[in-house]
Every structure is written in structure tokens, then in C-alpha cells.
């Protein structure tokens, strides 16, 4: 028995408010140390004799089995649900092993006590449910799928130019613009995708456009204000929702402020503006382009990217009014916020109680690369981009070395790691244009890159597919991972095409099993590469597997194992008695 992997506080990620009437509780302990929890939870000062517990007989709880909702290395989870009568909450936790019993509660763990009185160092409390503290998510989140478009290397209309077909770098404009993606948004609908994510858009002097000079102007050489809002309007025509990209942590060199600035010095109104250390500027006595011979912070260390300072009132008002007018000019539907997490929080809450006053249905997604959950307690992002679970997904492909087990125990972790809401609304990913293409990860194996695509698809949160993957289109880091889109066909490949639309068609049709069911996790010692979630929703049962493995699983390994793949009714894959190398399957189940 391990009991210091116990593990609970009366917070998030282990206590959260669900809706404004719900809380989750989560409980971590070691895994395979007990056969069952109990939750023991009621109102604090729900008491049959006396109005408070000192003078009280007894304490009216209730008990609910905590469903195992997760396995990983070391650790098992167990979670449940109550709703309040009262908006508050006391509980503690019964633990259960063989014919042994132990309370677990703030003070410890502790041999189980009386049922009518436990002390208060065996509960937790949860003081109160306030709406105003409710993870609210966008009611259209849990059916969205997202499209990255890079705009100078989507699509152009009316620009001349080459359109190279290979490695690019960032100092070439292509000629892509908004006109090109309206033109292309039947494609993106056939194709099944629900949004569009578009980086930034905003004027800028670079073809990636994180270095803003203008926050109220469309770059020209992608169009004008008109013509983004009339690409918004003809998205949503086509059930499109739009995201766009805003860089609040840092500007351009370019930006007015900091030009008056590196004009001026210390005399400049807007020094304050930003983190200057002191005067001159530069060390050298001239910009090297390298923040080690400045004296002011930048993102990273290009002294091209000079960094807001956002507790500046003047600047939090310029930036969240930035923000506002375009939320509301455009009816956009949501945000994407570069280099999210060194923001300051305060800056974020504003941020999203002044986008939530205008579009109260607008997603808000920060990009943070690791632990993310200071910002995902419901009163800053609704989720973030989850590389993580991306590149969980894309390493167990690339790497036999890596078992399904394993693979499935990390993904778990993920997931516990953060309240329900923010992973529901997590922004999952395989690629990006801040990452290399997974096909060529992947080392141009089709196979693998499907198998990748997927399991994406079946996490918790929204998939997005970066451009081009949908026709093969390779590339390596930043910056060849930008190259220009192929529209020729000749340059196309159809068959990864096919794959896409029909699997984002599986997804539209079923991700609710998977967003509102229950799961059970299929890994074997015997075939390490095959890896299969059991979804259950109304009793009907949809079975999703790959095999990612050389060797084909064949009927004995799927009886004993997976038998509803030979019964069930295939929905995305080919039916067949055995599962090939490299295979993917999906089996509905009928049983309502």
C-alpha cells in the first residue's frame, strides 16, 4: 500500500464546478491499492440535532461510488458527481481494500470512523458554488473541429508571382490572401471541418505577422477590414466559425509606441509602455537584433518583438479595446493568444469578462506548451493548444518502442491533469506552424500520419488539421513547415484527401460517444501495438482500434480481445476478420 500517492485538495482539478448547480470531485490514489471509493458528502450544517456541528447528533450524508475513470503508471482515478442542494459542500472519502476501511480527509488518512459523526479533519469543504466561478464553455464547443490556415501560403486571388511547390522560408510574401480563403471556403466545407483558425492578419512587416505594427489595420497585402468581414460572414454561411490570432504579450518593431521610443529614449510618453531596464537602449550603440545587447525584455531574444507591459493601464485599456472592437465589428467567434502564459493573469480575467460582454459565445484558447492550469480555472481560457496530447499521439506512432499501454497512461495523466470544462475544450493538435509536419515526422509513411490523425480525432476537446495535411503537404521546422499550398491535383494526393473527409465525416457523425459517453481503455502485453477505447453512450457501444504494429492482429487476438469488431457494424475503416498492419477500425454496437 502507497499511501502518500493519496492525493486531494477542495480545488481545481479535483473539485469544479460543472454547471451552476454540479461539482466534480476527483480522487488520485495508487494504483491497484484499493477496490473501491467511496464519496461521503453532504451540507456542512445539514445536521439532525442543533444548528451547528458542535452541538450536533449527527451529520446526513450521503454515499456515491466513485466511478475509476483512469489508470495511469503509478496512479489510479476515481471521480463522482453531486449537486448541492444548498450551493456548498462537506466530503470526505471512504477507501476500500479487502475487508479493511480507512477515511481520508484534510488531517490525513485515518481508520474509517463513525457514519454519524466523522471528524472534521477526515472531510474536505467546498464553501460555495458562485455562478460567477462556473467554467462556462461555448454551447457549440464539444461539435467543433478546426482548419489552420497560415494566410500568405493558403490561397491568393487576383496576385501574381511564383507559388513554389517546396522548402520555403520566412522572408519570401507569396501573395496569399482573404479573398484567397473565400474563394476556397466550399472546399473547407466539403472538406468537414466546423472553424478556421487564421494567424494573425493584423499589418506587419514579416510573412508570419507576430510582430504587429497596427492592431486596428488588415495587413494590405492581405485585404482590408471589409474583406475579413466578409469572409466572417460567407464562414458562417457555410457553418464556419472563425478564430483569430491576437499577440498581446509583445509588438512589432515597427509598432507607433515603440518607434516614438527608440526615437525619443526616456523622454518618450511611452516608455512605460513596455520593460525597459534603462537608456541607451542598446549596448552596442546599435540594435545587434539580440536581446543580450538590449536593455529591454522582448519575446525570446529577437529585439524586433519589444514586450508590452500589460499591468500598464494605458496599455491594458489600447490592447483589451483592440480586442473588443474587432470581436465586435467582425462577430468573430473566438480568440487564439500567442504566448499566452507571460501575460499576466489579471490582463486575461479582463480580457475575457470584456470578449464575454460582447460575443458570450466566444471560445478563448491561449497557446501554453505545457501545464496550462493556472489559466483553465475558468475565469481566463476555455482551453489551450494541447501539444501535449498531440505529440503523445505522434511519438507512439513514429516509435514501436512505445506501447499502447504506456500511450494510453500518459494520455490519462493529461487529462486528470485539468477540470473536465478545460479539457472539453481543449485545442488538440498534431502539427502547426510552429512544428514540424507530421508526415514528415513520420518520414513520408501515410500509414502512420492516418493512425495519428485518427486517435486525435477521438480525444476530448477539438481537433485542428494545419493546411495542406489533407493533401500530403510536408514540411520541417520553422519556418519550412509555412510552405505555399499545392492546388493542383498533379501535386495533390487524392487518397490522403479521401482519408480526411471521410475521417472528419466519422467524427461529425459520432464524437458525441466520445464527448458524452463513458470510455474504457483496451491495451494488451500481448499485442503492445493496439490500442482501443470502448465508448459507451445509451447502452450502444462504439469501439475505436488501431494497430500499430507490422503484424496483423488476427480473429483469435480480436475474440479474445475486441469481439465486438466481429460483430459490430463497421463506421469508419474496412470490415474484416482480422485487423491489418497499420489498420484502424471503428464498430457501433447497437444495444438501446
Not at 508571382?161 to 490572401?177: I, S
Not at 484567397?180 to 468537414?192: F, M, T, V
Not at 490582463?347 to 489559466?375: M, S
Request: net charge negative; charged share 25%.
Amino acid at each position: 500500500m502507497n499511501f502518500a500517492a493519496l492525493e486531494h485538495r477542495s480545488q481545481s482539478p479535483w473539485c469544479f464546478s460543472l454547471n451552476n448547480k454540479s461539482i466534480g470531485v476527483r480522487l488520485r490514489t495508487a494504483k491497484g491499492d484499493f477496490d473501491r471509493v467511496v464519496l461521503r458528502i453532504g451540507d456542512p450544517f445539514d445536521w439532525q440535532a442543533g444548528a451547528m456541528p458542535e452541538s450536533a447528533s449527527h451529520w446526513n450524508a450521503q454515499f456515491i461510488s466513485m466511478k475509476l475513470v483512469g489508470v495511469t503508471e503509478w496512479y489510479d482515478w476515481w471521480e463522482a458527481e453531486w449537486t448541492p442542494p444548498y450551493h456548498r459542500a462537506r466530503y470526505g472519502f471512504r477507501l476500500f481494500r479487502g475487508t479493511k476501511q480507512w477515511d481520508f480527509g484534510e488531517g490525513g488518512l485515518a481508520p474509517a470512523a463513525s457514519e454519524a459523526d466523522p471528524a472534521w479533519n477526515s472531510t474536505f469543504l467546498y464553501p460555495y458554488l458562485h455562478d460567477s466561478e462556473v467554467h462556462q464553455l461555448p454551447e457549440w464547443i464539444k461539435d467543433s473541429s478546426w482548419y489552420q490556415i497560415f494566410p500568405d501560403r493558403f490561397s491568393r486571388e487576383g496576385a501574381e508571382g511564383p507559388w513554389p511547390q517546396g522548402p520555403v522560408t520566412n522572408k519570401e510574401f507569396y501573395g496569399g490572401n482573404l479573398e484567397g480563403i473565400l474563394k476556397k471556403l466550399d472546399y473547407l466545407a466539403e472538406l468537414g471541418v466546423k472553424g478556421l483558425y487564421l494567424t494573425p492578419v493584423f499589418e506587419s512587416p514579416s510573412v508570419h505577422r507576430y510582430d504587429t505594427t497596427d492592431y486596428r489595420r488588415i495587413d494590405p497585402r492581405l485585404g482590408t477590414s471589409q474583406d475579413l468581414q466578409r469572409l466572417v460572414e460567407e464562414a458562417h454561411r457555410h457553418g464556419l466559425r472563425i478564430l483569430l490570432d491576437a499577440v498581446f504579450n509583445h509588438c512589432g518593431r515597427d509598432f507607433a509606441p515603440w518607434q516614438d521610443v527608440l526615437a525619443k529614449g526616456q523622454d518618450s510618453r511611452y516608455v512605460s509602455w513596455f520593460h525597459i531596464d534603462g537608456f541607451p537602449l542598446f549596448s552596442q550603440g546599435h540594435d545587434t537584433g539580440n536581446r543580450r545587447d538590449a536593455q529591454f525584455e522582448t519575446f525570446s531574444f529577437t529585439t524586433r518583438m519589444p514586450k508590452f507591459r500589460t499591468t500598464n493601464p494605458e496599455v491594458r485599456e489600447f490592447l483589451l479595446d483592440t480586442a473588443v472592437f474587432w470581436t465586435r465589428e467582425l462577430g468573430i467567434d473566438g480568440w487564439r493568444l500567442d504566448v499566452a502564459n507571460e501575460v499576466d493573469h489579471e490582463f486575461w480575467r479582463e480580457f475575457r469578462r470584456r470578449i464575454r460582454a460582447v460575443n458570450p459565445q466566444a471560445y478563448i484558447v491561449g497557446e501554453i506548451w505545457l501545464d496550462a492550469l493556472p489559466w483553465l480555472t475558468g475565469d481566463q481560457f476555455d482551453g489551450v493548444m494541447n501539444y501535449p496530447v498531440g505529440f503523445l499521439i505522434r511519438d507512439f506512432v513514429a516509435d514501436e518502442s512505445r506501447s499502447a499501454k504506456q500511450t494510453v497512461e500518459k494520455l490519462t495523466a493529461r487529462e486528470m491533469a485539468y477540470p473536465r470544462q478545460a479539457t472539453e475544450a481543449g485545442f488538440n493538435l498534431l502539427e502547426s506552424h510552429d512544428s514540424v509536419r507530421l508526415l514528415t515526422f513520420l518520414k513520408g509513411r501515410k500509414d502512420l500520419a492516418k493512425l495519428a490523425y485518427f486517435l486525435l480525432a477521438l480525444q476530448q476537446g477539438a481537433p485542428c488539421f494545419y493546411y495542406g495535411s489533407e493533401v500530403g503537404l510536408e514540411g520541417g521546422d520553422d519556418p519550412d513547415n509555412r510552405r505555399c499550398m499545392p492546388w493542383d491535383s498533379q501535386h495533390q494526393d487524392t487518397d490522403m484527401l479521401n482519408f480526411f473527409k471521410s475521417l472528419l465525416s466519422f467524427y461529425n457523425q459520432w464524437h458525441t460517444f466520445w464527448k458524452t459517453g463513458s470510455k474504457i481503455d483496451v491495451t494488451t502485453h500481448r499485442y503492445p501495438g493496439l490500442l482501443a477505447w470502448r465508448f459507451t453512450l445509451n447502452n450502444d457501444v462504439l469501439t475505436a482500434v488501431v494497430n500499430r504494429s507490422s503484424k496483423v492482429i488476427p480473429a483469435a487476438g480480436l475474440r479474445k480481445f475486441l469481439p465486438e469488431l466481429l460483430r459490430g457494424q463497421t463506421v469508419f475503416g474496412q470490415p474484416s476478420a482480422s485487423l491489418a498492419p497499420y489498420g484502424i477500425r471503428a464498430v457501433l454496437e447497437k444495444r438501446s
